[in-house]
């Protein structure tokens, strides 16, 4: 018998969004774009493919400031809330810019969206208490991200353009040392 498939396959690869006068920062979160692509497979069977595309921007885990001693947005589920910012801001079709990054037909509804959320932090081995409290309050307070998803679809497919033409290399070569 064979092991399943990991849900998260690749590492993640982050650009902090900078410009010359400091952090690009929305609603008071940093913006992070995708540095290379990230794929996730869903459902029981792990064969429903979604690939967040290289430029994909992210504020990571949309957490409130006031419990980010308790839940940081940059904490063990950041792969799965990159996976549900990215279903959200294509409302489930995965079209972004000129890629689909959903492999099935029908979109992914906003339940199984914030499904795949809980799924995805139990693969990253979240504790049942946090994988709740996240997962209730998006269900409780995510209505309003969903149905934005138009309008900040639009603003980060910018951003990550212009991210990635910008981007270096993922890893620096050091300099030889002299003889």
Do not use: C
């Not at 839940?71 to 910012?85: C, E």
């Amino acid at each position: 018998m064979t092991e399943p498939r990991r849900r998260f396959p690749h590492k993640l690869y982050l650009v902090l969004l900078d410009n010359r006068d400091g952090p690009s920062i929305r609603a008071g979160r940093s913006l992070w774009a995708l540095q290379r692509p990230m794929s996730y497979y869903a459902g029981e069977n792990r064969d429903e493919e979604i690939v967040v595309p290289a430029g994909f921007v992210t504020d990571l885990a949309s957490i409130p400031r006031l419990v980010w001693s308790f839940y940081p947005p940059d904490g063990p589920w950041v792969k799965a809330a990159i996976i549900h910012d990215f279903l959200y801001d294509t409302q489930g079709d995965g079209r972004w810019n000129s890629t689909t990054g959903v492999s099935r037909a029908e979109p992914y509804s906003r339940a199984e969206s914030d499904g795949i959320l809980l799924e995805g932090m139990a693969e990253r081995s979240v504790g049942r208490w946090e994988r709740f409290v996240i997962w209730a309050s998006v269900r409780l307070g995510g209505q309003r991200g969903w149905d934005r998803a138009g309008e900040l679809r639009e603003a980060r497919q910018k951003l990550g353009k212009a991210t990635v033409k910008k981007a270096g290399p993922a890893v620096a070569a050091s300099p030889a040392k002299p003889a």
